[in-house]
């Protein structure tokens, strides 16, 4: 894994996937959406707290806290939005950092010469938890707030133990407001929870959580990624088992269009469409990367891209949805499963035969079915793209096609090549990369059958 934050998406390594799908993907170009992690939230689109404001003013008691305090400045604040403008400062950020390097300067972690010693930020972490568990079952929303603070403070000290309990603890609250509204504090209130920022945080702490178990056991860290994902689309986390059990991709793109009609969440703000979308994303590459070790989990992920397909065309998303439909064909590459790319070659017909490398992707899956012999998927794929989409590299296909199942090795074996020549070089210059690798297919196909070797320089009828 390339990044370590637990509170950023998990880049996970799991082979030459990347690159697959960076080459059928195109060149699409990410939105500002898309470039932000699913750990971010703008200050617009939640009412917690900062995380300076609750953990350095908690009180010892449970009474609620009234102002918004900045360390680093001194400086108290009673308006949320001149102390959000605050944050965003310039002479803050200074302050800031001056503040950190004197702490860091001045009570450095652990040396060789004092093992035990504990880094300052972490001592403050741990007495303000303490009374932020004293406080949950009185005032969950401040203590959400608290724990979900010191979890993100004390993770870059690699503190696993501490960030896990912080990161319970506050699930346990965030859980608790969820199922009674009455928790989340009065509205506009220091520490109140909308609805929509409760979601969005138990998400995040979610991941957080299965990010953090992913390092040492993985098959935990796949049941809290599905919990995360499933709580947070409102789907039952059990529909999931059905895809282990059928391992058909067919099947996995019907019960991904179940799930997505079953959503009982409008979505209906972009940013958090958006934020599902990552999520699913990150769930999805995530559940593959467990393959290697659990091979179940290999259609729990082709389910999760399935999905988030649908669901991205559903919001229309078109991009989006490419984008998962290229990644699932990828997974069935680098599985040894690209004869399941006649699936995504099917969606791609369907919905997205407008985006870059579309029509690579199709003519890359009929060229696999020839190689497998398999006459059918090629020929039931040809009709489909040719019904709507009849281009002279298709047609020749869907002849070669007809006449190999025919066994009319005469056409084979004098005309066929000939005629693809001809087509060739009157077409190829309008998608040479698709006429490519009809060809390469073309050559591969026919050489038993030629009275001749084709080569790359004479693709002439030459008869011995």
């Known amino acids: ?195 929509r920022s409760l979601l969005k945080t138990m998400l995040e702490c979610q991941l957080a959580q299965a990010r953090l178990e992913s390092r040492l056991d993985k098959q935990l860290a796949a049941s809290l990624y599905a919990d995360a994902l499933c709580c947070y689309l409102g789907i039952a986390s059990h529909s999931l088992d059905m895809a282990e059990r059928d391992r058909n991709p067919a099947k996995a793109r019907e019960l991904a269009g179940q799930l997505v009609n079953g959503i009982p969440r409008k979505f209906a703000k972009s940013e958090d469409i958006d934020q599902a979308i990552r999520a699913m994303e990150e769930v999805a590459v995530a559940f593959f990367a467990f393959s290697k070790s659990i091979p179940a989990l290999l259609w729990r992920s082709v389910v999760i891209y399935s999905v988030a397909h649908a669901f991205a065309l559903q919001k229309d998303r078109p991009a989006a949805a490419y984008s998962a439909v290229c990644r699932l064909s990828a997974l069935f590459d680098s599985a040894g499963l690209s004869h399941f790319g006649s699936e995504c070659a099917s969606l791609v017909i369907d919905h997205h035969m407008q985006q870059p490398g579309s029509r690579a992707m199709v003519a890359t899956a009929v060229a696999n079915s020839l190689r497998d012999l398999d006459l059918v998927r090629a020929a039931c794929l040809l009709q489909r793209y040719n019904y709507r989409f009849e281009e002279p590299w298709s047609r020749f296909l869907a002849e070669l096609v007809s006449k190999t199942a025919d066994a009319d090795t005469m056409w084979l074996s004098t005309d066929a090549w000939g005629a693809w020549s001809l087509l060739s070089n009157a077409n190829a210059t309008s998608d040479p990369h698709v006429y490519g690798l009809v060809e390469n297919a073309v050559r591969r196909e026919l050489r038993p059958l030629m009275w001749y070797s084709p080569t790359e320089t004479d693709s002439r009828l030459n008869h011995n």
């Not at 605050?86 to 001045?106: E, G, I, M, P, V």
């Not at 608290?146 to 309990?165: C, H, M, P, S, Y």
């Open 1 to 195: 894994m390339a990044n370590t934050n637990i509170f950023e998406p998990f880049v996970f390594d799991y082979g030459e996937t990347s690159s697959l799908v960076d080459r059928k993907a195109g060149d699409r170009t990410p939105t500002k959406s898309d470039k932000a992690p699913v750990g971010s939230l703008s200050p617009s689109s939640t009412k917690l707290v900062n995380p300076l404001a609750l953990v350095d003013t908690l009180p010892s008691d449970s009474s609620a806290v009234s102002s918004r305090y900045c360390a680093p400045c001194k400086k108290k604040f009673s308006n949320e939005a001149t102390y959000d403008a605050h944050l965003q400062s310039d002479k803050h950020k200074k302050s800031a950092r001056q503040a950190n390097t004197s702490n860091s300067s001045q009570s450095p972690v652990a040396s060789p010469k004092s093992k035990n010693a504990v880094h300052p930020v972490v001592q403050g972490a741990l007495a303000s938890m303490k009374k932020a568990q004293a406080l949950a079952s009185k005032d969950p929303a401040v203590a959400a707030t608290v724990l979900w603070n010191i979890a993100k403070d004390i993770a870059q000290f690699g503190e696993d133990r501490i960030t896990r309990t912080a990161l319970d603890g506050a699930l346990s609250c965030m859980q608790a407001m969820d199922a009674n509204a009455d928790l989340r504090g009065a509205k506009g209130s220091p520490g109140a929870w909308s609805a």
